[in-house]
C-alpha cells in the first residue's frame, strides 16, 4: 500500500476552488451566480452556453450541455491589502476600513483601477497596472482606500455584465468570501451590484463546504445537487442602500479608464506595442470595449 490509503477507500472528482466556493453557497443551478471576494475575486455560474470566450472562463461539468462560466479579477482582496500595506503600514485592517468608512461615498472623487499584477477579467492584460485618478491636494489615506474598495466592487460588476449581458439580470446573486469579514466592504459590494444579494450560512467558508459536497453526492450521502444544496439554507438578503445610484453613475466613469489608459501600460512594458486611439467620446461597455483594440508584436 504505497499511497497509505486503505483498500476500497472512495476517490471522489471535486473541481477547482472557484467552483467549490460556488457549490458551497448553493450556486448548483443557473438560477444562482456566486460572487466571491477573497484574494482574488470571482462571479461564477452555470450556463447552457459559452459566452465571451478569452474573457470568461468556461469548464465543463457532470451534466452534458451545462457549463461553469467563470470570470476571475486577480487583483481584489490581495490589491487592498497591498494598498494597506503601502499606505498605513501598522495599521490592522479594521483600522484601515474606519480610514475607508470616513471617506464619502465615491471616495471624494478617486478611483482605483486595482489591476497591480495585470489582469484576468474582465481584461486578459499582463501588462495593466493599478491606476489611482483623481488626486487632489485634499485626498487623504482614506479616499485612496475606499477607492481601492470600490474599484474592486466596480470590477465585479464589470463581470456580472459579461455573465449576464444587458438587463437580463435572470440569477439571484449569493456573495461568499472574506469580503464578509468587512461590513463596509460588503455594503459597497451590495450597492455597487445595485441588486438584491444573499448571504447563507458559513459563506466566508464556502469553498470547503463545496468540496465537501462533492465528497458526498460521490459516496451517496446525497442524490443530487438540489438536495445538497437544501441543507445550505436561504441565509439573509441584503438590498442596495441609498449609494446605489451615485455608484452607477461612478461604475459608468470607472469603466472609461482602463482603455484611455491601456495604451500607457504598454509603452511602460517591453515587446509588444498596441495600436488603439479611442475617441475622446467613444461609448464603453465591457462586452464592447475592447473591440477596437488589435496587438501588435515587434
Known sequence: MLTGIPKGTPVVTGA???VCQARGVGACDPSRTCVGIGTSGVATKLANEIAHPGRLQCYATDTDGIYQVTGCQINSGSAYARMVEFLCPGLSFGECDALAEASAPGANGLFLVPYF???RCPYADSFARGTLAGLDAAS???DALRACLEGVAFGMREILDLLEPGDSRLSEVI????????????????????????IVRNAEFAAPVGASMYAGLGVGI???WKEASDLIGEGEQMVPGKNAELYDMRFRLYGTLYPRV???????????QEEY??????????????????FVWR
Not at 461568499?176 to 444579494?197: A, E, F, K, N
Not at 491601456?262 to 509588444?272: A, C, F, Q, T, V
Not at 486611439?277 to 488589435?294: F, L
Open 16 to 18: 477547482g476552488d472557484s
Open 140 to 142: 487623504t489615506r482614506g
Open 175 to 198: 456573495v461568499s468570501g472574506g469580503v464578509l469579514r468587512s461590513s463596509l466592504w460588503t455594503g459597497i459590494l451590495v450597492d455597487v451590484l445595485h441588486r438584491p444579494v444573499r
Open 222 to 224: 446525497w442524490k443530487d
Open 117 to 119: 499584477m495585470g489582469e
Open 277 to 294: 486611439a479611442p475617441e475622446a467620446d467613444e461609448p464603453y461597455s465591457p462586452t464592447e470595449g475592447a473591440k477596437n483594440i488589435k
Open 262 to 272: 491601456r495604451p500607457l501600460y504598454r509603452k511602460m512594458g517591453d515587446g509588444i
